[in-house]
């Protein structure tokens, strides 16, 4: 069974820096693609960044320039590096895995980031 288990989020004001991280545990293969998501209130869950454990690394638009995504396979770990935060970053970040060989995909519990103007 794979867990996540995130920390790091919290309160900072515009322009300041926050750190997520997450942690797997149990198997999650060797290829798998590692991300966070996230939710603002009263809108859909949406892309922030993966990577997959090739290295391949994907960004929202709307985070290009200021989100660094990263990850140790051998810990497996991925962490998400905010800077420059902006209002609209608020919301609640989830930590995703999705395993390729024996597809499973599996949700972090969650945890709030708030930017205040």
């Known amino acids: 069974q794979v867990q996540l288990v995130e920390s790091g989020g919290g309160s900072v004001q515009a322009g300041g820096s926050l750190r997520l991280s997450c942690a797997a545990s149990?198997?999650?293969?060797?290829?798998?693609?590692m991300g966070w998501y996230r939710q603002a209130p009263g809108k859909q869950r949406e892309l922030v960044a993966t990577i997959t454990s090739a290295g391949t690394i994907t960004y929202a638009d709307s985070v290009k320039g200021r989100f660094t995504i990263s990850r140790d396979n051998f810990k497996k770990t991925v962490h998400l590096q905010m800077n420059t935060l902006k209002p609209e970053d608020t919301a609640v970040y989830y930590c995703?895995?999705?395993?390729?060989?024996?597809?499973?995909?599996?949700w972090g519990q969650g945890t709030l980031v708030t930017v205040s103007s």
């Open positions: 995703n895995v999705r395993r390729l060989v024996v597809y499973l995909e599996v």
């Open positions: 149990g198997s999650i293969s060797s290829t798998n693609i």
